[in-house]
């Protein structure tokens, strides 16, 4: 039987508030939108 942490997908955490990030939209070269949070970042601390 698998273990479950090995199951369960883990995601990057949100540079600016911690939050988990489950999507990242980005709308230029210096801006960026991720969800569910909703924070702006810049693209490359998504690295």
Not at 17 to 28: F, K, R
Not at 31 to 39: F, I, K, Y
Request: aromatic share 2%; net charge negative; hydrophobic share 35%.
């Amino acid at each position: 039987m698998a273990d479950e942490s090995e199951a369960t997908p883990t995601f990057p955490d949100c540079p600016r508030c911690g939050e988990p990030i489950t999507m990242a939209v980005v709308a230029g070269p210096m801006t960026a939108r991720v969800s569910p949070c909703g924070c702006r970042v810049v693209p490359e601390s998504l690295e």
